[in-house]
């Protein structure tokens, strides 16, 4: 029969998502998630409720080609900060 035991580990924290992760290349991705998501918040769809149509489409940063290029490049630029 196997026993919990408390370890201690290093875990890096991502304080704008405020989480904790395992490994830096998560940490760095979520970390440049959530500033992508405070820099460019979820649009979403207006919609005509007489009509039911939708009146424009909504949108979130990780459609668009750009911004994804740019997620990539500022999770390198935080992996560069921790080591």
């Given at each position: ?29 979520r ?16 919609i ?31 992996m560069?900060?921790?080591?």
């Amino acid at each position: 029969m196997s026993a919990i035991q408390a370890v201690q580990r290093k875990v890096f924290y991502a304080p704008t998502a405020n989480r904790h992760f395992f490994s830096k290349r998560a940490a760095a991705k979520r970390e440049a998630s959530a500033m992508m998501d405070n820099k460019y918040p979820t649009e979403y769809p207006e919609i005509n409720w007489y009509t039911g149509q939708q009146i424009t489409a909504g949108g979130h940063w990780s459609e668009d080609d750009r911004l994804r290029r740019v997620h990539d490049r500022l999770s390198r630029i935080i992996m560069r900060r921790l080591k």
